[in-house]
């Protein structure tokens, strides 16, 4: 056992340190780990032990405690849309296409049907939410449009199990079974509900009194496995039960420090998760199905693309449509969980599973490579004629001391909705047409172009403007925007809204110094330093 642990160590470090020189994300490295321990150490069968699944399962349960720590109540309100319509939808209309396709085209039984269809309908917590988490795309629109589908899909995984349970006990009565998960619920939710309002402070102030750094740490552990535990007692999953923890505590003032405590817990565990990924991976399966695993890939990762697109556009641009449909393409943790289980109740039969799980495990394997390159997919995809309406301009050659603002997004639209309270001049430019029909419909100073493009650059009046905000969604264009407009108008004067430090460390070797983060800082407080520097 020792030589496995330590050779999976090193393995896992010397996978990650080549991947990191081709800019790949450790997700890879771990799953490639566990495929190479699983053939020299001939594992293939410990994947399937219980005690190691719920060592890795912990580490979604606590990839989902920090995700609820970003999210208080009111969050998940403003995501009702999101979440219940949207994610409701996407889960629904899936399972009944494959449904339809594996009992009727494909002849499988009816409830191998079922649970199969309920199963692919899923995408990976794990590794979209990691991948967004480090990246800071979890803050943007597209980041919340999957968070929102994300967050009902650990919620259906619950009447999911639910169904498995039912399908492999005929004798169960339905309604015996929704009366429990009726009071399962209202039992959690009242519990967590209760501990959150009234003793919660209380018990984070007894702890911070002790002066004790280990002491806060354990109470992390204890609160966010506790309530996993709390949750799996009921009959729901674990990290359900962490998410719902993760949010009350997002109510008080501990939350940062309790991230900070829990990421090294979590990322570990997640490693372990993705190895346990890797370990599943079966060459003698993959070449004997190749054609079958192929052709199932293609079919469900388009299936889901298509109706998480046409559900998302219709509240969404675009751009950000896309974004969120490729982001959760991929089939996920929770429907191994789900095959298996079936597999365990002689639910799903060989050889259907095994080529479920080994497909599952590639569209995984996939992901961090589409999520890396989200915007230069969209960017290609997106690439298209447009008939541009005729447009009156919007600036008299005499104008000066105004603001530009290169990205017309709701970030954008914040800004100039306080400048013009302000009673500050300022031009946009966008180049969504979508965005732009939009906004001129409103009567805003808006120019539909490239920032990129001197000419529309010459159009706002640059050279004459006091700042310009460039406060655009996409990373691969804000260094070269930047890098442009260095050319028209001083460092001093270029104010660029970015989503993580990765992107401000690009942007200090222009010299740029007016970075704002979004999410730290609000449309008025920028807004209050151009005015300010303006008078």
């Known amino acids: 056992m020792l030589t496995i642990i330590v050779s999976t160590l090193f393995l896992?470090?010397?996978?990650?340190?080549?991947?990191k020189k081709f800019s790949l994300p450790t997700i890879i490295g771990y799953i490639a780990t566990g495929t190479i321990i699983a053939y020299a150490f001939g594992l293939h069968d410990a994947v399937n032990n219980h005690d190691l699944k719920e060592i890795a399962e912990f580490g979604v349960v606590f990839l989902m405690f920090t995700i609820g720590l970003e999210f208080s109540l009111e969050h998940l309100k403003r995501?009702?849309?999101?979440?219940?319509?949207?994610?409701?939808?996407?889960?629904?209309?899936t399972a009944l296409f494959v449904y339809l396709i594996s009992y009727y085209a494909l002849g499988i039984g009816q409830n191998t049907s079922i649970i199969i269809a309920l199963a692919l309908s899923l995408s990976s917590t794990a590794i979209i939410l990691k991948t967004f988490n480090d990246t800071g795309e979890i803050n943007r629109r597209y980041g919340r449009r999957a968070l929102g589908i994300l967050i009902m899909q650990d919620i259906a995984v619950i009447p999911i199990l639910l169904t498995i349970g039912f399908l492999s006990s005929p004798d169960k009565e339905l309604g015996d079974v929704l009366i429990h998960m009726a009071i399962s619920a209202t039992v959690l939710l009242g519990l967590l509900w209760f501990i959150g309002k009234y003793l919660l402070e209380r018990f984070f102030a007894q702890i911070i009194k002790t002066n004790s750094d280990e002491l806060f740490v354990g109470s992390i552990l204890f609160l966010a496995i506790g309530s996993s535990y709390l949750a799996y007692s009921l009959g729901f999953s674990y990290s359900l039960g962490a998410f719902i923890a993760g949010m009350l505590i997002a109510e008080t003032k501990f939350k940062h420090q309790a991230e900070a405590d829990l990421i090294p817990f979590r990322d570990i565990l997640l490693g372990i998760f993705f190895i346990t990924v890797g370990m599943q991976i079966k060459f003698d399966i993959i070449s004997q199905y190749l054609h079958i695993i192929i052709l199932l890939l293609i079919a469900i990762m388009t299936l889901k693309f298509v109706i998480i697109f046409l559900l998302v556009k219709m509240n969404e641009s675009k751009r950000v449509?896309?974004?969120?449909?490729?982001?959760?393409?991929?089939?996920?943790?929770?429907?191994?969980?789900?095959?298996?289980?079936?597999?365990?109740?002689?639910?799903?039969?060989?050889?259907?599973?095994?080529?479920?799980?080994?497909?599952?495990?590639?569209?995984?394997?996939?992901?961090?490579?589409?999520?890396?390159?989200?915007?230069?997919i969209a960017d290609t995809l997106l690439r298209e004629k447009v008939v541009i309406p005729k447009e009156q301009d919007p600036m008299s050659q005499d104008t000066q001391n105004h603001v530009v603002i290169i990205g017309f997004g709701e970030f954008g639209q914040k800004i100039a909705l306080d400048l013009e309270a302000n009673g500050t001049d300022y031009i946009a430019v966008e180049n969504s047409l979508e965005t732009y029909n939009n906004t001129l419909k409103k009567g805003l100073p808006v120019i539909f172009g490239n920032a990129t493009n001197k000419e529309i650059l010459k159009k706002t009046r640059v050279m004459s403007a006091k700042n310009i905000v460039v406060a655009i969604d996409n990373p691969h264009k804000l260094y070269h925007i930047c890098q442009i407009l260095q050319r028209y108008t001083k460092k001093d004067n270029i104010i660029v809204k970015i989503h993580n430090e990765k992107e401000n460390e690009l942007l200090s070797d222009l010299g740029i110094t007016n970075v704002i983060v979004e999410n730290k800082i609000t449309s008025k407080e920028v807004v209050n330093i151009i005015t300010t520097t303006i008078s």
């Open 12 to 19: 896992s470090l010397l996978t990650n340190i080549i991947l």
């Open 79 to 93: 995501m009702k849309n999101e979440v219940f319509v949207t994610g409701s939808l996407q889960i629904g209309l």
């Open 321 to 376: 449509s896309l974004k969120t449909a490729l982001s959760l393409v991929q089939l996920g943790e929770f429907s191994l969980a789900i095959l298996e289980l079936a597999r365990a109740n002689s639910i799903v039969e060989a050889p259907h599973g095994q080529v479920l799980i080994i497909t599952i495990v590639i569209s995984m394997v996939l992901t961090p490579v589409i999520l890396k390159n989200l915007s230069k």
